[in-house]
């Protein structure tokens, strides 16, 4: 437990809520399992607890974006299966065996380092997963490269093609008609594989709330086991409405002092105050992940239950709010900046679009220098 009075900053995170939204997902998809994706230690949740409380939750896969992110998890005794979302470097294949991570390949080169290191290791064969492109052109090999991929596996010992799988590019705008092409592509590969694999995937979590038909042996969950809606346009389709919110951004009242009309607070003395106000510090800033340009937009922070406006820039280590004539306001109360206080809430959601990002942008962007208080 890390101790939070010294900061008076923290992030509170909800593992009954964790497991609560990877029931619910697993429930969703069945019969095919479900992957918590982890990477960005999950998306700003911290990655060990996460995948601990994910997997508690129904989850049987674990995914990362990077080898190093697998080796955290690995280091604390998570022995569940870990897929790495991209192809590993050659030069990191040795630990991807070491770790018993099971890398996703799209190329022969790739194919080779991995059998190379399974067999200097002399290890037991080593599940691999295949990446196709059907559309969003990031990584993952064409149609023929990949059926060309599979063949290579097919033919090293040392691996067992253990998965085909594709992303999806719009899964999260529902009427977009590309999703159903990306997975006629993808549907087209799988039919053409001369051995099926035992897990073929396709879905993230908007793939699994807005398009049922392809959830196919497992699908792949990051920001839904957060509680938080893939875009906007998903927040009202089930079961999102089911799903909790896991991270709430909390503080302490730092200092208060009354600034009088007409004075302006913080870099750039943007707006003048209308009226002599209570302005309370909180000691929460960009280097955070409260992005600055919250303070030009206008956000909001919850102190008391009531929502109060920012009284001018994000500064990198504190916040100003603009709490009018409530001198009941005082050092020490507590300031919700994401999460709920009270009857009221301030989503992740309502920060991207006020300063022009996503959701995921936001929960990633709170910073290694806040602890996590799990709950
Ligand atoms: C990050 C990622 C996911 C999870 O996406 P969400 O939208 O957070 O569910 C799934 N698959 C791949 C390949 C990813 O990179």
């Known amino acids: ?31 095919a399992s479900l992957c918590a994706v982890v990477k960005a230690a999950a998306y700003g949740h911290g990655s060990v607890a996460v995948a601990r409380a994910a997997l ?7 995914a990362v974006a990077i080898v190093e992110e697998g080796a955290v998890l690995r280091g604390h005794h998570i ?17 991807v065996v070491a770790l018993r991570l099971t890398p996703t390949l799209y190329t022969e080169r790739g194919v080779e380092a991995a059998a190379k290191a399974v067999a200097s290791a002399g290890a037991s064969p080593l599940d691999v997963h295949v990446k196709v492109d059907t559309g969003m052109h990031r990584v993952g090999a064409g149609a023929e490269e990949a059926l060309a991929v599979v063949q290579a596996i097919a033919d090293r010992p040392e691996l067992n093609f253990g998965g085909l799988w594709t992303h999806f590019a719009v899964a999260d705008e529902p009427g977009n ?25 396709a879905s993230n979590s908007a793939g699994v709330l807005a398009h049922p038909g392809a959830r196919h042996d497992m699908v792949r969950c990051g920001i839904a086991l957060y509680g938080v809606a893939p ?37 750039g003395l943007r707006r003048p105050l209308g009226r002599a106000a209570r302005v309370a510090t909180v000691p929460v800033g960009y280097a955070d992940g409260v992005p600055w340009r919250l303070g030009v937009e206008g956000g909001d922070v919850l102190i008391g239950g009531r ?16 709490c009018g004539d409530d001198a009941g306001v005082l050092p020490g109360d507590e300031v919700v900046l994401i999460g709920r206080q009270g009857a009221e809430q301030v989503t992740a959601w309502e920060w991207a679009t006020k300063v022009g990002t996503i959701a995921y942008e936001v ?13």
């Open 307 to 322: 929502r109060r406006p920012l009284a001018g820039s994000v500064t990198m280590d504190q916040i100003m709010v603009d």
């Open 177 to 201: 008609p590309f999703t159903d092409e990306q997975c006629r592509r993808f549907d087209d590969v799988v039919r053409r594989l001369p051995v099926r694999p035992r897990l073929v995937h």
């Open 79 to 95: 022995d569940a299966p870990i897929l790495l979302l991209s192809e590993p470097v050659v030069e990191s294949m040795d630990d």
């Open 1 to 31: 437990m890390v101790e939070v009075a010294a900061r008076r900053a923290w992030a509170e995170v909800d593992l009954a809520a964790i497991r609560h939204n990877a029931s619910l997902l697993a429930g969703r998809a069945a019969p």
């Open 363 to 375: 929960l990633c962007g709170i910073g290694p220098r806040v602890p996590k208080v799990y709950g």
């Open 56 to 62: 508690e939750g129904g989850a049987s896969w674990l």
């Open 231 to 267: 875009s906007p346009a998903l927040a009202a389709v089930q079961p999102v409405d089911g799903l909790r919110p896991a991270l709430s951004l909390r503080a302490r009242v730092s200092y208060v002092r009354d600034v009088a009309a007409g004075e302006a607070v913080s870099y």
